[in-house]
C-alpha cells in the first residue's frame, strides 16, 4: 500500500530491522488523542497484521454495503426528479411514494 501519512503504530526495533513475525505494534499517539486519527484511508500497518486478509474482506464488504444504500437513496431521487421534470405527477405520486415505500421498508428489515 501506499504510505501517504505514515503511521500511527511503531515495532521495536523497526529502526535497527530487528522485528520479528510475532511482534506486537504499540500505539505511539495516546487513544483520544485528535493527532491519532488517520487521516485518510486505513493505517498502514494493518499490511503487516497477522488478520490482514480478514480485516480487509470485512471492510470492503462494509463499504459496498454504504455505497449501494447511498445508491438506491440517489436513484430514488432522480426519479423523483424526473417525474416531476417530464409532468407525470400520477406517476410521480404512485411510483415514487410507492417505492420510497418498499425502499425504506427494505433498509429497515436489515
Not at 520479528?20 to 497484521?49: C, K, M, Q, R
Request: aromatic share 20%.
Amino acid at each position: 500500500g501506499l504510505n501517504l501519512f505514515g503511521s500511527r503504530y511503531a515495532f521495536e526495533g523497526q529502526d535497527t530491522g530487528e522485528v520479528e513475525e510475532s511482534d506486537i505494534a504499540t500505539n505511539i499517539v495516546g487513544y483520544g488523542d485528535p493527532d491519532g486519527v488517520y487521516p485518510f484511508g486505513l493505517d498502514p500497518v494493518w499490511h503487516v497484521s497477522a488478520n490482514e486478509l480478514l480485516f480487509f474482506n470485512s471492510f470492503k464488504m462494509k463499504l459496498s454495503v454504504i455505497l449501494g444504500i447511498m445508491q438506491m437513496f440517489m436513484g430514488t431521487c432522480l426519479r423523483g426528479i424526473n417525474a416531476i421534470y417530464f409532468g407525470e405527477k400520477w406517476t410521480f405520486s404512485l411510483n415514487f411514494y410507492l417505492w420510497l415505500f418498499l425502499r425504506v421498508l427494505f433498509l429497515s428489515i436489515w
